[in-house]
Nanobody, 121 residues
């Protein structure tokens, strides 16, 4: 069984910082990509930051220069450092991981349970 465990959400004032963590555990052979999405009530899921095995990072335009994605392959964990937070960053943030489960190349995608980020004005 594979699990993604998220942590680090919370309430912060505008201009503040938070760091989200997402740790993947279980029978994992390797990681193709890990990233963060967010979704506000009534809105579509939005990619915030993504990271592929080639270390290429993609960021939503609205977070470029403020958010930084990093990954520690030794502990199968991805981090999202969020600085200069704005009220419009308020959302539930979800971790997503594309994993290779076996040496034969079986792959699957997993989602974390979501962590609330609330930025007050």
């Amino acid at each position: 069984q594979v699990q993604l465990v998220e942590s680090g959400g919370g309430l912060v004032q505008a201009g503040g910082s938070l760091r989200l963590s997402c740790a993947a555990s279980g029978n994992i052979f390797s990681i193709n990509a890990m990233g963060w999405y967010r979704q506000a009530p009534g809105k579509q899921l939005e990619l915030v930051a993504g990271n592929t095995s080639s270390s290429r990072r993609n960021y939503a335009e609205s977070v470029k220069g403020r958010f930084t994605l990093s990954r520690d392959n030794a502990v199968n964990t991805v981090y999202l450092q969020m600085n200069s937070l704005k009220p419009e960053d308020t959302d539930v943030y979800y971790c997503n991981a594309h994993l290779v489960l076996t040496m034969g190349g079986v792959q699957a995608s997993y989602w974390g349970q979501g962590t609330q980020v609330t930025v007050s004005a």
